[in-house]
């Protein structure tokens, strides 16, 4: 079908008048559009700018891990993550410091694989990076990771688990690693006393960002002692050299029957380096009652049992 002769004769006129026009600006865009495409095939793709530096301090990166020191964590941690990966479990116990076997999992290697399984559920890769470094301790955070050059991403997410790794030096002039946080153990044997009440701190389990204490009360009346119910402030508190860090455990009832010895495990948030060393145990409030009526008693009916007490005061327990 033919158009008619006037619409002809109207885009005859306008290629006539606007054809160079035309046809330049497609002679600029095809341009444009070649060069657009060689730019974005060829283009080199600039290489990421990383910090990662395994050998520096994340909290102090003026300081590094000696090379000696260095060189002993790659290859243990990479001795340990491969026996973990096969399920050699026993081989990456055998690696463990004394005290992280005996504390951390009751030298119990059915423990530690549990524990294994929850950081590498399927063998993993891994990045190991100096994290701090204080007295004999050398700590390092260790992340896991999946192989993505062999699974690749295709519908799946990024995913990973992390945990401090800590290098001791051992009595045969060589190190030894404590995995899960784990940083060491520290007997104490304090003892505190008076016609009440005697407690006793036993140690101290120190992990990265804790501290737990075994702490053995004993009423030495035939009266109840209360030493903590969660109804006055401070009752129990660790002693930094300018401050006080409640119990992370804050619901733990301490409350002694007549003649009665009990043993509690007090965890305080303290991280391992961070330059403050702990003081004392506070037992703030310490009531020495006739009766008690239990912790779900009603506000007036407890304070009217230590307005009533035999005896109210506080003991502070050395732990260093």
Not at 266 to 274: E, R, S, W, Y
Request: charged share 25%; with cysteine; net charge negative.
């Amino acid at each position: 079908m033919q158009l008619p002769i006037e619409m002809r004769l109207k885009i005859r006129h306008w290629f006539k008048k606007y054809g160079k026009i035309v046809f330049f600006v497609f002679v600029v865009w095809s341009i444009i559009f070649i060069v657009n495409k060689f730019l974005g095939e060829y283009a080199i793709e600039p290489a990421p700018n990383t910090t990662y530096t395994p050998t520096v301090s994340v909290l102090d990166q003026s300081e590094t891990a000696p090379s000696k020191v260095q060189i002993a964590a790659e290859t243990m941690v990479e001795e340990y993550v491969d026996a973990c990966n096969q399920g050699k479990y026993q081989k990456a116990f055998a690696m463990l410091s004394e005290d992280c076997k005996k504390y951390e999992f009751e030298d119990d290697v059915e423990n530690f694989a549990r524990h294994v399984l929850e950081k590498l559920p399927t063998p993993k890769k891994y990045s190991i990076q100096n994290y701090s470094n204080y007295d004999k301790y050398y700590i390092y955070e260790v992340k896991y990771f999946d192989d993505f050059l062999a699974t690749g991403l295709t519908n799946s997410e990024y995913t990973y688990t992390t945990e401090k790794i800590v290098l001791t030096k051992n009595s045969k002039s060589g190190y030894d690693i404590a995995v899960g946080n784990f940083i060491g153990y520290e007997d104490i044997n304090n003892i505190s006393e008076n016609e009440y009440l005697k407690i006793d701190i036993k140690n101290k389990l120190v992990r990265y960002s804790t501290e737990t204490y075994e702490v053995v009360f004993t009423n030495r009346t035939e009266d109840i002692i209360v030493v903590a119910d969660n109804f006055q402030e401070s009752e129990v508190a660790l002693t930094l050299s300018n401050e006080y860090r409640g119990m992370e455990n804050s619901n733990t009832t301490i409350v002694l029957e007549p003649g009665e010895s009990k043993t509690f495990w007090l965890g305080f948030m303290k991280f391992a380096d961070d330059g403050d060393k702990s003081q004392s145990i506070l037992f703030g409030n310490i009531r020495v009652l006739e009766e008690y009526a239990g912790t779900e008693s009603k506000k007036e009916d407890k304070q009217a049992e230590i307005d009533k007490a035999v005896a109210k005061f506080s003991m502070n327990i050395p732990v260093k």
